[in-house]
């Protein structure tokens, strides 16, 4: 029989998201058929997945009753949060949408889109979701953890937020309806970098239905700087008064995994800088500026910037009204226009603050991926598809003479395109193809002959280069070719080598540990797994 363990919390950012992935690593390196799963996912920071049934979507079903006709062979692919992907990998599992069957995506207004195993489906309200969609959701939910469950020895599960809300108890889908559905142990994260941590833990145990607090087997305190002696009083109380173990205590500690949403993220009305602690000096760093989108997607493209040593990523507020420049200040060497859920209603935001000036008047290399690709052109039609408003086209940013049409379905796919160097001077020197993922519903067209540095997804002029491909600076060869022309251009004589280097580490390449290996170890040395019994604990 399968055996589910479910990473739950008493809020978001406990950490849940690491501890599984270190579980799935660590039952992964004990040759144990291990797979990630989270009933409901709440992310705009999604990744491109092949669904389970990707053989008979090729040879021509849509993939059942309610399938669009016009679906054909590439409808192999679905999308899933950024947390099931990681841990997937961590599993060393082909990660599929069974993973993540239920995927919500925030838009803005109060609005998700809802993907069902991996099909995008309507921009719905909470409200309507929990009417209309729900039994649906449920049983997408159920149908994917049975198929995992068949093919795997354990089934590691990540819950969402807290499962203390009282509110939602009959319909929790990543919590509650996942213990029960899964016959799942429970394993209990609470963080105590936000203060409190006692009194969260004690009230969620006695909040949650007696069916669930029956199933939680330990709890483990997360985020602690300091000596671990100083918690056992508190420890040793709210065991008597719980009856639940207290199995560690994790040290704040960061292996290096991608964020699942945007709350590491600084907020959409403050400055805020990533990658600047890592002691390289200020006359040797290069800066480059990311607007703060209301709306921004897959932030994780830029994870892979702010991770080299020299390279600070300062995520730019956009809530001015023009009179100012927004890049005033921030000394940037290059900009970075990331994706976005609603690429119309953050354009449109982008003009309000006065970012079309302020780029036109930037003489530093300026990239677009997706969402931000669009943006740099002349204009977007058949926009009120996309956006809040009713206009059928807006103007675009002006930098690239490229046009995007929105469309009623999205182009979902993993792909590998080779570099055409000269057809950028951004990836001058970038050697072998770029490989990642296209999640995007705008068609782009070229307006005038342009370069395609990246196949036909892409287009360049001069300094400017807009993409579809994300993860683009995942690829080392191209992110280095990249900051090696910001610097160049800058004038800064960033750090290559004196011992300096990224915190990127791959499974086939770089050096140390990686970071999946890196949430192992944080978990393994620190929790009591025998306490989970088999096969959480060694030989």
């Not at 004990?30 to 997945?49: D, E, H, I, L, T």
């Not at 590491?264 to 703060?292: K, M, N």
């Not at 990686?514 to 096969?535: C, F, I, S």
Request: aromatic share 4%.
């Amino acid at each position: 029989m399968t055996r589910t363990l479910l990473v739950a919390g008493t809020a978001s950012h406990v950490g849940k998201s690491t501890v599984a992935a270190g579980l799935c690593r660590l039952l992964s390196d004990r040759g144990v058929s291990v797979a990630p799963f989270k009933g409901q996912n709440m992310s705009n920071n999604a990744r491109v997945v092949v669904r389970p049934d990707a053989d008979d979507r090729q040879d021509g079903d849509p993939g059942g009753d309610d399938a669009d006709e016009d679906v054909g062979t590439d409808d192999q692919w679905g999308e899933i949060g950024v947390s099931q992907f990681v841990q997937a990998r961590a599993a060393r599992t082909t990660p599929t949408t069974d993973c993540n069957p239920v995927l919500l995506k925030p838009r803005g207004d109060g609005e998700s889109q809802l993907v069902l195993q991996g099909d995008a489906n309507d921009h719905v309200p909470a409200g309507t979701y929990y009417d209309e969609y729900w039994e649906r959701a449920l049983e997408a939910a159920e149908e994917s953890y049975r198929r995992l469950a068949a093919d795997n020895d354990v089934i590691v599960a990540e819950g969402a937020g807290s499962i203390g809300e009282i509110n939602l108890h009959d319909r929790d889908l990543a919590n509650v309806e996942t213990a029960g559905f899964a016959d799942a142990d429970i394993l209990l994260l609470v963080d105590i970098e936000r203060g409190g941590a006692f009194a969260s833990l004690y009230g969620t145990i006695e909040l949650v239905p007696d069916e669930i607090r029956d199933r939680i087997v330990g709890a483990v305190i997360t985020k602690f700087r300091g000596d671990p002696s100083l918690l056992e009083p508190g420890i040793e109380e709210i065991e008597s008064r719980t009856e639940v173990p207290i199995l560690g205590v994790l040290p704040y500690d960061d292996p290096g995994l991608p964020e699942e949403d945007s709350v590491g993220l600084p907020g959409t009305e403050e400055r805020g800088i990533v990658g600047d602690d890592d002691g390289v000096a200020a006359d040797r760093r290069i800066r480059i500026a990311v607007p703060r989108l209301p709306r921004l997607s897959n932030a994780t493209d830029l994870e892979a910037l702010a991770d080299e040593p020299g390279v600070s990523v300062v995520y730019v507020p956009i809530d001015g009204d023009g009179t100012i420049d927004p890049l005033d200040g921030v000394d940037a060497d290059a900009v970075v226009i990331p994706g976005t859920k609603n690429t119309v209603d953050d354009l449109l935001a982008l003009h309000e603050a006065g970012f079309a000036d302020a780029l036109a008047a930037f003489d530093g290399p300026v990239v677009g991926v997706c969402g931000g690709y669009q943006m740099l052109g002349e204009r977007i039609t058949n926009a009120a598809l996309e956006g809040t408003g009713e206009d059928d086209v807006v103007d675009g940013l002006g930098l690239l003479p490229v046009e995007t049409r929105f469309e009623g379905t999205k182009r979902l796919e993993q792909t590998t395109v080779p570099v055409d160097e000269t057809a950028s001077a951004l990836l001058s020197g970038a050697d072998g193809p770029a490989s990642g993922y296209e999640i995007h519903a705008g068609r782009t067209t070229t307006l005038e002959d342009i370069g395609r540095p990246l196949g036909d997804s892409s287009a360049a002029r001069g300094a400017i280069l807009g993409t579809y491909l994300h993860g683009l600076f995942d690829n080392e060869s191209v992110r280095t070719a990249f900051l090696d022309h910001v610097a160049a251009t800058a004038g800064v004589d960033r750090p290559t080598d004196e011992g300096a280097s990224s915190s990127q580490s791959t499974e086939t390449g770089g050096t140390g540990p990686t970071p999946y290996d890196r949430a192992a170890r944080l978990v393994e040395e620190n929790v009591d797994l025998a306490a989970l019994g088999e096969p959480f604990v060694s030989d």
